[in-house]
């Protein structure tokens, strides 16, 4: 694909995987190894909105996995997970997790 004006093709590509405008797609991304992750002392995770479910499930729910990186996040002791309800909506073990977060002990509620 040959974008005009000199603007990358990926962002095009972007584009019609999301089905978004030209103009939605972002220019400028931070992204981050999986090493630097694992070494943070403390990680937030936030997700919003139905779209982010399925990758938030896998990441949160699934297996360990090469094919769903999110999923090194299982094993960091200090993750903070913010998340609203269309995006936690495919968790199978939702249930568990508000009862883990409801009687999180004290010293840990920081």
């Known amino acids: 694909m040959h974008s ?3 603007v ?5 590509v972007a584009a019609e995987e999301y ?27 936030i997700a919003t909105g139905s ?4 990758a938030f499930a896998a ?6 996995t090469a094919s769903c990186p999110g999923s090194v996040l299982q094993l960091h002791p200090h993750v903070t997970v913010v998340v609203d309800d269309a995006a936690a909506a495919q968790l199978k073990n939702a249930d568990f997790y508000r009862y883990a977060l409801k009687y999180k002990p004290a010293q840990q509620k920081h």
Not at 8 to 12: K, N, P, S
Not at 19 to 45: C, E, W
Not at 51 to 54: F, Q, R, S
Request: aromatic fraction near 4%; glycine fraction near 8%; proline fraction near 7%.
């Open 19 to 45: 089905d978004a405008f030209i103009d939605d797609v972002p220019r400028h991304v931070i992204t981050q190894g999986l090493g630097t992750i694992s070494a943070a002392r403390h990680l937030v995770l």
């Open 51 to 54: 779209h982010k479910a399925e």
């Open 8 to 12: 990358a093709d990926d962002i095009f």
């Open 59 to 64: 990441a949160v729910d699934g297996p360990l």
């Open 4 to 6: 005009p004006n000199g």
